[in-house]
């Protein structure tokens, strides 16, 4: 299973985040940072997993954002090649929405997946939540 995990700790300004195989965007000040996850994931057969997730502390400040995805979002098929959008893609909607209010970027998103997609049947779960520190 691929998964990632936070904890914001309003008191100290801290989130932490570990992920197996997703990654957390976080945008402080208009500028995203990619934490990355681990590259395995969890419930691998226990005699031969010897795996520890990274776990990353960061810093924030009011106003600033995370987003945390399943991989159903960048998966997805569609476009003019009816091709995966590709995380790449998919950070790069997420830059454009930056200046957007958090509930306009909600919707931005919503209409850029449908786009995306077409006629095409959507191809897994999709999942996208949108933080506001």
């Not at 985040?17 to 997703?22: I, L, T």
């Not at 995370?66 to 909607?93: C, H, I, V, W």
């Not at 449908?114 to 959507?122: A, D, I, K, P, S």
């Amino acid at each position: 299973m691929d998964i990632s995990v936070c904890f914001v700790n309003t008191k100290k300004n801290i989130l932490e985040f570990a992920g197996a195989n997703q990654s957390l965007y976080f945008f402080m000040k208009g500028r995203m940072i990619e934490f990355k996850s681990n590259k395995f994931t969890i419930g691998e057969n226990a005699s031969e997993c010897n795996h520890s997730y990274v776990n990353h502390s960061i810093e924030f400040e009011k106003g600033d954002r995370f987003y945390m995805t399943s991989d159903g979002f960048y998966d997805q098929f569609g476009g003019p090649s009816e091709r995966r959008l590709m995380k790449k893609n998919f950070a790069g909607l997420l830059k454009l929405a930056n200046d957007l209010s958090i509930n306009e970027q909600r919707d931005f998103m919503f209409k850029k997946f449908n786009e995306w997609q077409g006629n095409l049947e959507q191809t897994d779960d999709v999942l996208l939540i949108g933080v506001e520190l």
